[in-house]
């Protein structure tokens, strides 16, 4: 079932699924996946889950206005990462990893936890701009052009600050490639 049957000529298409509808199924489908995207960016899971809530409220409002409603995942992404970005602004411009950490549960300190935390801790430690390439590439999943799309930048920004931000990453790891 395609998420959004809207024509670009003629009539409105009576079987496009409303706006609460078409953002509801794409909070079904994404949400989490923002979160995560949100929580590596800031560094805590309320403001990650405030800056997503944020993002479909700002989608939900303005979906009448969106020229192309089949990039509204992308139009999402873009949102979540300008609010981190906001969020990160108003905290100042001390780097995330010179925050407390968020608490652990006892599960999460279980068998390899540290290694990832430690990745975690090194990925913010990064350039914001390499920070996000990183996670929508390799977190997300993303290819470059989308990754391109979402930062609005070019394809070669975002093979740039791949390698750049991969390769300070093993610096601070201590690893080498």
């Known amino acids: 079932m395609s998420l959004l049957n809207f024509r670009k000529d003629g009539p409105p298409d009576l079987t ?10 794409l909070y079904e489908a994404h949400a989490l996946e923002l979160v995560r995207l949100a929580l590596v960016m800031v560094g805590d899971r309320p ?16 979906w009448g206005r969106l020229k192309d409603p089949g990039k509204a995942l992308t ?17 100042g411009r001390r780097p995330l990893g010179a925050q407390d950490p968020p608490a652990a549960s006892a599960e999460s300190r279980v068998l390899g936890r540290e290694q990832g935390r430690e990745i975690l801790d090194a990925l913010r430690r990064l350039p914001h701009r390499q920070r996000e390439t990183l ?15 979402i930062m609005r930048v070019s394809r070669g920004t975002v093979r740039s600050n791949t390698s750049r931000g991969r390769t300070a990453l093993e610096r601070m790891l201590g690893e080498t490639s």
Do not use: I, K, M
Not at 51 to 59: A, K, T
Not at 135 to 149: G, I, K, M, N, P
């Open 47 to 62: 403001t990650a889950e405030d800056v997503v809530q944020h993002s479909f409220l700002g989608l939900y409002q303005r």
């Open 75 to 91: 139009y999402l992404r873009s949102s979540v990462l300008n609010n981190c970005r906001s969020v990160l602004r108003r905290r």
């Open 16 to 25: 496009a699924p409303s706006p609460e509808r078409a953002v509801t199924q």
């Open 135 to 149: 996670v929508l590439r390799f977190v997300l999943d993303l290819s470059e052009e989308e990754t391109a799309q």
